[in-house]
């Protein structure tokens, strides 16, 4: 079986896996084991999970692996170094079995090494060894490799470049190959090695470009017999041109594999004789009876034309890799844990067996003792014959051990008395054993001591065997014979009551040991990695909070405020729903229409369900406050406000009416979705309830019905949008007087009247604002608070940071509207100024300085002079008369007098410095707001157009985006193709059709723990006896497939979905809010503590 990469696997895997990983930045690594990582990248829409085995393998991969819970110190090591950099080159070092990932355009270099024990060497642009997974000390033909040295590559396979294949490069090679075999022939110590394989290995170490695999395959091609000596070559010119025509056609195949991107990849498969062992049903992806045994990037000849072995073909050569060591991995884990499994039950039929053993012996003892006692009254007689001979002749006095040579001899003489006596006697217990007839057998016994000594041999035989049928007996000398059958009758009695407190304790005993070996049984597997299974691949909207209504509708909801944009942005389209909450931290919500039908409306239960998420998304799920939420459509929202300025990130305009839902309950539910085939889609047809057609006749009047009011108040909206047009016209015209200006409020704000009676409301949606009744008064109010601070700064700065009140916020101008004109026109030229003088603020410290210096120079000349000062200075112009300015300088320098001023002087040049620094990261704050606002107004501007022309257009990502929800089920219905299982967080009321749930309530604790809980819950229903229908048919049962799938649902996984924090799980029969929770498997249709069911509760059956 093969183990490790050839060259030629390197090159093949190398072309794929540059295409497949360029561009993506490296996520995280992980340990798998000592010598094998986890290598995750990503960017936006796409990951890839990278193998690396050193020295055998790497490839990407469509399974999930267990890593480790802490990285080795190598791994963090190249962590630290490598996370979130940019693979941006992906290579083969030459024709070696090297592999060179670049990142951050070739700062850092990772080298995978796949040849003798393998290495992962990290190094930076210059080769500098920065980390090393095996250290290598020098040895022959290897340079040493630590920490700390240039790794070299010089000195690799072809690493200029390959060399042509030539004629005399072939004669050189065969030369050397020559005088290799000659040298180790001459020497004493000759290897063992394959006759006939001078040529191949002489070859593949010269030649080294063309791999052993090829080399055979191109000699069975063009026929040429690999069993051929390098010396015969040489010497005869026709079997060296076929040997070259036979290294070309290995030369060209090798071309064709490297050249293309997309290799196909073929795994070479044994038949084999399915094991009694082995599971009854064969593995999904793999057919039965087959065992890998090798793979290629083309289909070698000797495989090819074995009928012993099967050819598996794939697409790509990474697919082809990832299936044969993953399917190998598999069945070693698989073996293992069948391997515990197997032992559990032998421990467990072991204990058994001796509780059974038990039982068994005390019955036996019973019926021996039956027996005997039984004996004992069919022979008193001769019993009470035996027990007055030996008690004679102990009377006499006689020793024991003549007394029993005494019975032996009487033995020899067939004395009928002497032959029940079993020897030796026991007569320092008083007592002696018997050989005795049951009773069936005393009348054969009779007449058998009556026969003469002429029939003794004929019936030797006979009498053993009768003998052999006698029962031992050990009778006391002290007792009647009576009285010894009375104590195998206690005997018994003992005995049965001995069995019935055994069986008793047994099955105490057995219990006990059941639960024993399965605990170990459950640590053992624990400790074992998992078994591998297929990798989901996250669909487009599981970034988001989401769920599938009961209607069919799909909802999403952000997670931030950089998710709610995004959803503005990319999702929200014409004809799709925005449902937010008047609470603080309450999701922002779309539900997503029919794209063939965006003027549908939507129905009143979506828009319900879609209200109670975002409801449960806020601070009312910690409070327990529930409270109703409001929906509007999508071109009521925007961006923009009406002084034009642009609202930050997650922050939306809601012009016109809202809609307000009811209030609902603070319940969720947790389950999951199974993802079906597309031959499976058509079982579910009926069953859907998102295209109008096939809706019931009573829910076709009530969307008519809500579809007509919707169009009324369309209506109504138009009329009043008219009327205030019209309203703001003559005002516009008639001019604003001084009483209404001071009283105008800032347009984006609306207070609690206006929002109930007014015709046309306008609101801000934001994710921060903890009072959403007014949600701007936030914007203004840091605005105001902002404009009172920054006179102190610019008090610090001077006149460098003048402006910089400006720069801080970007909405300032427009929030502020009106209220703000007269103090920006007041101060227009104070900023023109101020915008003047910082133009080159870099530059302007020594000017700054110069400016400073000779005000002070002048303040000084300016100054009266003080009584006496006069002919002080009379007297230093004398004494310095001679001083120029080099001699002064260095008179201050001596005595210190310079160090103030240049104390002085460099803590205004830092000072100046400094404030240009600030002025200069203002600046480009606000170029980067304003191309921000840009943006954003662009994006307003095309998104306005969209809507007014009804033009859906998408881009490449979100075509491949659009999944197809008909194909998630919650209930899979016989004959359905299961292929994935995805979990999921909705309203209770949009769980009705999920076979899998489980009802939450705000509660005390945490998710994570409630739904590792949960999940452990299913997976120990799914064990109990009667649970599976092994035929799939019962859908009130759990299905084999259902439960492999969800056996494979990590707990993070799970608690990604679920968007709060503390919960309380209800189960079947009431809540476990102590505990929170467990599980309770399959939720109820009906009341929450109502339902029933093995499974967490069906609930009560339709009616």
């Avoid at 850092?108 to 090494?113: I, V």
């Avoid at 009556?450 to 002290?478: A, C, F, P, Q, Y």
Wanted: with cysteine.
């Amino acid at each position: 079986m093969k183990q490790r990469f050839s060259s030629l696997d390197v090159k093949a895997i190398t072309n794929e896996l540059s295409q497949a990983l360029v561009g993506l930045r490296l996520a995280n690594i992980y340990d798998i084991s000592s010598k094998k990582f986890l290598l995750k990248f990503a960017i936006s829409g796409k990951k890839e999970q990278l193998i690396v085995d050193s020295g055998f393998r790497l490839h990407t991969t469509d399974f999930t692996r267990p890593t480790a819970a802490a990285p080795s110190a190598f791994t963090s090591r190249l962590r630290k170094f490598l996370k979130t950099r940019r693979c941006t080159s992906l290579s083969q070092i030459g024709t070696d079995r090297i592999i060179e990932l670049q990142f951050s355009d070739g700062a850092y270099r990772l080298f995978l090494e796949f040849f003798a024990s393998g290495n992962v060497i990290l190094t930076d642009a210059d080769l500098k060894i920065l980390a090393i997974l095996r250290t290598v000390h020098e040895g022959e033909g290897q340079e040493p490799q630590r920490v700390g040295l240039v790794y070299s590559l010089e000195n690799r396979q072809n690493y200029g470049g390959v060399p042509p294949l030539t004629k005399e490069r072939v004669r050189e090679a065969l030369q050397k190959s020559v005088a290799k075999v000659e040298a180790v022939d001459a020497s004493k110590k000759k290897p063992k090695r394959k006759a006939g394989d001078e040529l191949r290995r002489g070859l593949a170490t010269t030649i080294e470009e063309l791999p052993p695999i090829v080399v055979d395959h191109a000699f069975e091609a063009t026929g040429f017999e690999p069993t051929t000596k390098p010396a015969d070559v040489l010497e005869s010119e026709t079997l060296f041109d076929a040997l070259f025509k036979s290294l070309e056609e290995a030369r060209r195949i090798v071309d064709d594999i490297t050249g293309s991107t997309n290799c196909k990849g073929y795994i070479i498969a044994k038949t084999r004789e399915p094991k009694a062992a082995e599971s009854a049903q064969p593995q999904a992806d793999k057919p039965p009876g087959l065992l890998y045994e090798d793979f290629q990037p083309f289909v070698p000849k000797k495989f090819e034309k074995d009928d012993a072995y099967t050819i598996l073909t794939f697409e790509n050569y990474n697919k082809t890799v990832d299936e044969f060591f993953s399917s190998i991995e598999g069945q070693k884990l698989e073996s293992r844990l069948n391997d515990k499994e197997a032992a559990a039950k032998r421990k467990l039929e072991a204990v058994r067996e001796i509780q059974e053993q038990k039982v068994e012996g005390l019955k036996q003892a019973q019926m021996l003792n039956m027996r005997k006692a039984g004996a004992l009254e069919a022979n008193v007689d001769r019993v009470q014959e035996a027990m007055d001979a030996v008690n004679g002749l102990i009377a006499q006095g006689m020793d024991w051990v003549t007394v029993g040579k005494l019975i032996e001899r009487e033995q020899k003489r067939r004395n009928p008395v002497a032959q029940i006596i079993n020897l030796p006697l026991n007569l320092e217990h008083n007592s002696m054993t018997l050989l005795l007839a049951e009773e069936d057998d005393e009348e054969d016994f009779d007449e058998d001591s009556e026969h003469t000594s002429e029939d003794d041999s004929d019936d030797e035989g006979d009498r053993r065997k009768k003998v052999d049928n006698k029962l031992s007996i050990e009778i006391n000398l002290g007792l009647s014979p009576y009285a010894n059958a009375r104590e195998y009758y206690d005997q018994r009695k003992t005995a049965a009551e001995k069995e019935q407190k055994t069986v008793g304790h047994s099955a105490m005993a057995l219990k006990s040991a059941e639960k024993k070996i399965a605990e170990d049984l459950k640590k053992g597997l624990k400790q074992e990695k998992p078994i591998l299974h297929h990798l989901r691949r996250q669909s487009w909207f599981e970034k988001f909070i989401w769920f599938v209504s009961s209607d069919g509708y799909l909802v999403l909801g952000g997670r931030d405020a950089m998710q709610n944009e995004m959803l503005y942005k990319k999702h929200l389209r014409k004809g799709d729903v925005y449902v937010h909450a008047d609470m603080h931290g309450a999701a922002s919500v779309i539900v997503k229409n029919n794209p063939k039908t965006p003027d549908a409306p939507i129905p009143p239960s979506t828009l319900s369900q879609a209200g109670s998420l975002s409801v449960c998304s806020s601070n009312a799920w910690d409070s327990k406050a529930g409270m109703g939420a409001w929906w509007v459509n999508a071109e009521q929202v925007s961006k923009s406000a009406p002084a034009g300025e642009y609202l930050p990130s997650g922050s939306f305009m809601v012009r016109g009416n809202k809609n307000y839902l009811p209030p609902q309950p603070l319940i969720l539910g947790f389950g999951f979705l199974f993802r079906i085939s597309e031959e499976s889609k058509g079982n579910h047809v009926k069953h859907r309830l998102l295209d109008v057609e096939t809706l019931p006749a009573e829910n076709i009047q009530e969307v008519q019905n809500h579809k007509a009011e919707l169009a009324k108040e369309v209506a109504d909206l138009e009329r009043e949008a008219a009327q205030q047009e019209q309203d703001g016209r003559d005002n516009s015209d008639g001019g604003l007087d001084d009483n209404e200006s001071s009283q105008r409020q800032n347009p984006l704000q609306v207070d609690d009247d206006d929002r109930s009676n007014s015709d046309n409301d306008l609101d801000v949606r934001t994710d921060d604002d903890d009072h959403t009744d007014h949600e701007i008064d936030h914007v203004k109010d840091s605005v105001d608070k902002h404009s009172l601070e920054e006179p102190a700064e610019l008090m610090m700065s001077g006149a460098l940071a003048a402006d910089g009140g400006e720069h801080e916020n970007p909405f300032a101008d427009g929030v502020n509207g009106v209220e703000n004109a007269e103090a920006e026109a007041g101060s227009e030229a104070e900023d023109s100024e101020s915008e003047t003088a910082t133009k080159a603020p870099t530059g302007a410290w020594k000017a700054s300085i110069a400016t400073t210096l000779q005000s002070r120079d002048s303040k000084q000349k300016s100054a009266p002079a003080k009584r006496g000062k006069k002919n002080k200075q009379k007297k230093i112009a004398a004494k310095y008369k001679d001083q120029d300015e080099e001699d002064r300088a260095m008179h201050e320098e001596l005595i210190g007098a310079t160090k103030g001023r240049e104390k002085a002087e460099a803590e205004a040049r830092a000072k100046a410095e400094r404030l240009a620094e600030e002025e200069a990261r203002r600046e480009r704050r606000k170029i980067a707001q304003q191309k921000q606002q840009k943006k954003v107004a662009e994006h307003e501007e095309i998104r306005k157009l969209m809507l007014e022309e009804g033009i859906e257009v998408l881009d490449d990502s979100e075509e491949q985006a659009s999944t197809p929800l008909d194909s998630l089920v919650g209930t899979p219905l016989p004959g359905d193709e299961i292929v994935e299982v995805v979990p999921m967080c909705a309203p209770w009321a949009a769980m009705a059709k999920c076979k899998y749930k489980v009802k939450i309530q705000p509660g005390a604790t945490k998710k994570g723990k409630a739904l590792k809980d949960i999940l452990e819950r299913w997976k120990l229903e799914a064990g109990k006896k009667g649970t599976i229908d092994e035929h799939s048919r019962d859908s009130e049962r759990m299905w084999p497939r259902e439960v492999e799938l969800i056996k494979t649902v990590k707990p993070e996984d799970a608690n990604n979905v679920v968007p709060v924090g503390k919960v309380t799980v209800m189960m079947s029969g009431g809540a476990s809010g102590k505990s929170g929770g467990g599980g309770g498997g399959k939720g109820a249709k009906g009341g929450g503590n109502q339902s029933k069911g093995t499974k967490g509760g069906k609930g009560g059956k339709k009616k």
